[in-house]
Nanobody, 124 residues
Framework: HVKLVESGGGSVHAGGSLRLSCSAS????????LGWFRQVPGKEREGIAV????????AYDDSVEGRFTISQGDMQNTVYLQMDSLKPEDTGMYYC?????????????????WGQGTQVSVSS
């Protein structure tokens, strides 16, 4: 069993920054890929950043490319999302996710483990 816990959400003005953290506990060694997803009411959950643990390769959704950075902590079971130059459209619930198998990372159904989410609100 794997548990993911996010922290670091909050409210900021446009142009500000936030750093989200996600810690994995339990049998977290089974996780090969860690990612961050965002969801707003009435819309589907969307992938915004992914990190492949073994290669440390990263990828981003176009909407956050150049503004957000996903990174792994010193402990393999910790991942961060540094969010800079925040925009009002970045507002939403942010979820940390882990998966055990490779595949299309933006496919929500392919992720095995989810955190409870942390709210990010960006005002104009």
């Amino acid at each position: 069993h794997v548990k993911l816990v996010e922290s670091g959400g909050g409210s900021v003005h446009a142009g500000g920054s936030l750093r989200l953290s996600c810690s994995a506990s339990g049998d977290s060694d089974v996780i090969r890929i860690l990612g961050w997803f965002r969801q707003v009411p009435g819309k589907e959950r969307e992938g915004i950043a992914v990190l492949y643990i073994r290669s440390r390769t990263t990828a981003y959704d176009d909407s956050v490319e150049g503004r957000f950075t996903i990174s792994q902590g010193d402990m393999q079971n910790t991942v961060y999302l540094q969010m800079d130059s925040l925009k009002p459209e970045d507002t939403g619930m942010y979820y940390c996710a882990g998966r055990t198998a490779y595949g299309v990372w933006t496919d929500v159904a392919g992720w095995n483990y989810w955190g409870q989410g942390t709210q990010v609100s960006v005002s104009s």
